[in-house]
């Protein structure tokens, strides 16, 4: 029986879930069979024939994704994931603004910034080239001093763009959020406010349906407000359970010590987001390479259906197109069974 062209890993280290058969060397009278990743075919390995065979570590073929089932709630009021879900995880580049330039900060610190960019709408117009489905917009400036200052940046990349726009960033009034939606934002996250004035996220959820997000960013599991300066004594976790039922888009999840640093997401802490409530998570913080989003999707059926990409993409460790290709609509990869406790 000839041995099958395409193959699926089952349980792998090296970050790529689906290989092609390039060749069948044999070593010591061992054979061996010599497999490239598809999405990145300069990596690859040589597997003997007797594991490959073995269906606990590989199958034969590319799998689809199937059809999962709703998350049903518990009695404490978790949500036990879904089997697998069908939609595609939305890669979404990250454009942070401060004094109108497009920066990166290490860890939220302000003292650490990494200039990318003078001409944000210009790098803003890049991505949708690219194949970007959603951009994601920081007024920096906005969320340390709650004063709105790249109001005009913001709007001429709204204008320029034809994919929807978000922007988190010192929006902590009701007023804020209306104009900013006014300036054709598509949504608008709110932070600080989530954590002081709940009631005021529920009323914006309940006028703007689909419109609003809720950004927790933690650190050592506790909400950071005010550009990530102030740490208050909420439970990430418990925020986002109080937000069931309130109507939010979706969850922006960022673990502050791993934004910017592209050592890979904390997929522990969104692992127990996303367990928290039944909106969707948005994870943000950490991407390093393509193996960090492959890693992503094993919290799909959890619920985690997008994540930012910030430094990664600037850095070109991230290529928009290859990372659109692994994660994203056409993408070969399965939901690998989550193995977070």
């Known amino acids: 029986m000839p041995l099958a062209r395409a193959w699926t890993a089952q349980r792998t280290t090296c970050g790529h879930r689906h290989f092609e058969r390039i060749g069948e060397p044999c070593r010591s009278g061992e054979r061996l069979v010599e497999l490239a990743a598809v999405l990145q075919r300069s990596t690859r390995i040589l597997v003997p024939l007797l594991e490959l065979k073995n269906p606990e570590l590989w199958l034969s073929g590319w799998r689809q994704l199937p059809e999962g089932e709703e ?11 879904p089997l697998a879900r069908s939609t595609a995880m939305q890669i979404i580049p990250a454009i942070d603004l401060l004094d109108g330039a497009c920066v990166r900060l290490h860890q939220g610190d302000y003292d650490r910034v990494t200039r990318f960019s003078d001409d944000p709408v210009a790098q803003a117009i890049e991505w949708q080239r690219q194949g970007a489905e959603r951009l994601h917009l920081v007024d920096l400036d906005g969320a340390r001093s709650g004063e709105p200052v790249n109001d005009s940046v913001v709007q001429a990349i709204t204008a320029a763009l ?84 309130s109507g939010v888009a979706a969850i922006i999840s960022t673990d502050i010590a791993t934004d910017g640093t592209l050592a890979g997401p904390n997929l522990e802490a969104l692992a127990a987001m996303a367990r928290a409530s039944s909106i969707p998570v948005i994870a943000s913080g950490g991407v390093g390479d393509l193996a960090d989003l492959l890693a992503l999707l094993a919290l799909a059926p959890l619920g985690v259906e997008g994540v930012i990409v ?32």
Request: glycine content about 12%; proline content about 6%; overall charge negative.
């Open 162 to 245: 034809t994919i929807p726009v978000q922007l988190g960033g010192g929006v902590r009034s009701a007023q804020r959020a209306e104009e900013l939606l006014a300036t054709g934002l598509d949504r608008v996250i709110l932070g600080t406010v989530a954590v002081e004035q709940p009631e005021l996220v529920r009323d914006l959820a309940r006028r703007y349906p689909g419109r609003i997000v809720v950004g927790i960013d933690a650190r050592n599991g506790k909400v950071a407000t005010r550009g990530w300066i102030d740490e208050s004594t909420v439970e990430a976790t418990e925020l986002a359970r109080s937000l069931e039922g």
């Open 310 to 341: 910030g430094r990664a993409l600037y850095d070109g460790r991230v290529d928009l197109a290859e990372a659109l290709a692994a994660i994203g609509p056409a993408r070969l990869q399965d939901a690998i069974p989550p193995s977070i406790a």
């Open 71 to 81: 998350p049903q709630t518990g009695e404490d009021g978790s949500h036990s994931p």
